[in-house]
């Protein structure tokens, strides 16, 4: 998305966004459009919005689709891009031939357990508490009987134990009564469970039924930007669009689990370890930032 501010009129505007995007880009008047990072953060993007002001000085915003087929230098740009992501995976495929997910579990209602806990904690402490959680309530249907005080002296180490216990029952008891206490396989479905969202539904469906779900987390919408894999994402649902777009249908489950690894152990929020990544030509971050 490119945002500018300028003083000229809205059809004149209108014009130049939506028959000349590319000079669109030069009349940005901030200084931010003499940086190279913010043309090759920006030159892929489909939308041009506008904040003008109209002639009794109005502030407007308008959006504007462009066409990447229009403009040849668009076009080439996009087709970095998914060079980009073919040599990417390529290097995942070499370097992390095996990628899965860190939570224990031996079936689809274990995984679903554990994947709700681990919203906003830790695999390992979710780890920790599954074993005597699951011993206790060890199918959907012994959950759905229980309360969730019952379930929150298990799981209080966790983050948010009262909404979490809140959950687990309710997702058990609606497994019972419109599921037959069986795991559906399909997102649509998944998303209908309480505190299932569309991330713990694509995590279920891409690991237990290798569905192609790319369950975004804060993890895979760090490192796809960084990376250059999304182009100025702002919603984990926009990197996940992104990402699905480019990634063939076959190797969304595993790649979701290389970026997952890769942001844990090495593209870390605060500081990435780029002096061992092996991603470095390939990263838009490492080029443009780090360099
Ligand atoms: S080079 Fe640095 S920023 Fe890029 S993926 Fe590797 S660790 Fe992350």
Not at 173 to 199: C, F, Q, S, T
Not at 224 to 242: D, F, M, V, W, Y
Not at 251 to 271: D, F, Q, S, T
Request: glycine share 2%; hydrophobic share 40%; aromatic share 10%.
């Amino acid at each position: 998305m490119i945002s500018i501010n300028v003083d000229f009129p809205a059809p004149f505007l209108a014009i130049i966004a939506t028959f000349c995007p590319s000079v669109t880009e030069k009349l940005i008047p901030s200084k931010r459009a003499s940086s190279p990072q913010y043309f090759e953060r920006f030159s892929t993007c489909r939308y041009v919005i506008i904040n003008y002001k109209n002639y009794s000085g109005k502030i407007n915003t308008k959006i504007y689709k462009r066409d990447l087929n229009f403009n040849p230098r668009l076009k080439r740009e996009h087709m970095e891009i998914k060079e980009r992501f073919a040599k990417v995976i390529e290097w995942f495929k070499v370097n992390m031939p095996v990628a899965e997910t860190e939570l224990h579990f031996n079936s689809p209602y274990e995984l679903m357990v554990a994947t709700i806990l681990s919203a906003q904690c830790t695999d390992k402490r979710v780890n920790q508490i599954t074993p005597e959680l699951l011993k206790r309530f060890p199918t959907p249907e012994k959950l759905a009987e229980a309360e969730p005080a019952e379930v929150f002296d298990y799981i209080r180490s966790c983050s948010y134990p009262n909404n979490k216990a809140k959950h687990l029952v309710g997702m058990a008891r609606k497994l019972m009564a419109d599921y037959n206490g069986k795991m559906p396989d399909e997102l649509d479905e998944l998303i209908k469970l309480p505190g299932v969202g569309r991330k713990t539904a694509s995590v279920i469906a891409s690991v237990v039924f290798n569905k192609p779900a790319m369950a975004v987390d804060t993890h895979v919408f760090r490192v796809a930007a960084r990376i250059g894999l999304s182009i100025n994402s702002k919603t984990p649902h926009e990197t996940e669009r992104q990402l699905m777009a480019n990634i063939p249908a076959a190797m969304i489950p595993i790649a979701h689990h290389w970026l997952i690894l890769h942001g844990r152990y090495v593209c870390v929020a605060r500081k990435p370890k780029c002096e061992i990544c092996g991603l470095q030509p390939l990263c838009t971050y490492y080029n443009n930032v780090c360099k």
